[in-house]
């Protein structure tokens, strides 16, 4: 059963629209990743889904309620991380979560919470006293205090260091299996492939891409990454068919290539005789990056969608 669908959601901003047309399922204790270049209409999305802005047309349900006209019952099931943090700097950490639990029919426990989200040092600490990626936990916190059945984090891991950032895919990854479903935006394409069942790609405000993360790189699968190390401009001499297909930096040779087998019997062919031992010779396909930009690319040039469907639940294609 999906908790969350979108039929047909538009928002209009007078005559830009923001968002077009876009809809999806998503089903209990999935985890979506929301991708999409800046300006692409996800955190618009996001807010019409938390009740925060009302759409222009479409049909929508969260947890079987309208998020508009939402009655209580269902914003005690939500968990919000926003993108701006809105603590209170005066209040410790543990004031500031006792204060939010109040808010909840069935909180968790604090000492819970806490732990969840590696804070148990911090509790007496003031908030505005904290790192920034500390608050970042401290929002993580209060989204989670009412044990939501739903949370939404919008750009959850911006301005985190990497350590930072995997404490709190950690604490994400704890919800997810504790059955939370999980809505969060992010720019950032490790987190999507790390957290997430289920990638949306959002460009110009349409849904271009709805699929699980392997399913999306395999949009583009006819291009396979080659990559070698090359000693000074050994690869001068490669065969044409390879020259062709070869970008270098910083001494990484980069094969971008369609038939894998012919180009690897090529590559060892010259290797052989050129004497080069293809130092750290690896092969893979195009990486989840790779395939976002050329989505995003694709869609930006309005030219043909790849001819894998990526189709998942309601009727979106790409
Ligand atoms: N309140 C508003 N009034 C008018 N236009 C708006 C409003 N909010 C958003 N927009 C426009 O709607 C479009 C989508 O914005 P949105 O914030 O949803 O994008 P986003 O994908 O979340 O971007 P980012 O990655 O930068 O957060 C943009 O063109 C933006 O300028």
């Known amino acids: 059963m999906a908790l969350i669908s979108a039929r047909g959601l538009t928002k209009s901003y007078g005559k830009h629209n923001a968002v077009t047309d876009v809809s999806f399922d998503i089903g209990e204790g999935e985890t979506v990743a929301m991708l999409g270049p800046n300006?692409?209409?996800?955190?618009?999305?996001?807010?019409?889904l938390e009740g925060f802005r009302e759409r222009t047309r479409g049909e929508i349900r969260v947890i079987d309620e309208d998020p508009w006209h939402a009655p209580q019952r269902l914003r005690a099931q939500l968990g919000f991380v926003l993108q701006a943090t809105s603590l209170e700097a005066e209040l410790s950490v543990l004031e500031t979560l006792q204060y939010y639990r109040a808010l909840f029919p069935n909180p968790r426990p604090v000492d819970e919470v806490l732990a969840m989200v590696g804070l148990e040092s911090e509790e007496k600490v003031r908030v505005g006293q904290l790192s920034g990626g500390q608050q970042r936990r401290v929002d993580l916190a209060v989204g989670?205090?009412?044990?939501?059945?739903?949370?939404?984090l919008d750009e959850p891991t911006t301005g985190l260091d990497p350590i930072a950032r995997r404490q709190l895919w950690g604490a994400v990854r704890t919800l997810k299996a504790g059955g939370t479903t999980v809505l969060l935006t992010t720019h950032y394409l490790e987190e999507a492939q790390e957290l997430a069942d289920t990638i949306m790609v959002l460009s110009d405000g349409k849904l271009v891409a709805h699929d699980s993360p392997a399913n999306i790189v395999q949009l583009f699968e006819s291009e396979t990454h080659i990559t070698f190390r090359a000693k000074g401009d050994s690869t001068a001499a490669l065969p044409t068919s390879l020259a062709e297909s070869a970008e270098t930096k910083d001494g990484l040779v980069t094969l971008k290539v369609g038939d894998v087998i012919p180009a690897l019997k090529g590559l060892l062919a010259w290797a052989d005789r050129h004497h080069s031992d293809l130092a750290g010779l690896t092969v893979n396909p195009a990486s989840?990056?790779?395939?976002?930009?050329?989505?995003?690319?694709?869609?930006?040039?309005?030219?043909?969608?790849?001819t894998k469907t990526t189709h998942r639940g309601a009727d979106t294609h790409v």
């Open 39 to 48: 300006g692409a209409g996800k955190t618009t999305t996001v807010e019409i």
């Open 288 to 306: 989840l990056e790779e395939t976002y930009l050329n989505l995003i690319r694709q869609a930006e040039e309005g030219t043909a969608p790849p």
């Open 144 to 152: 989670i205090i009412g044990n939501p059945r739903v949370l939404f």
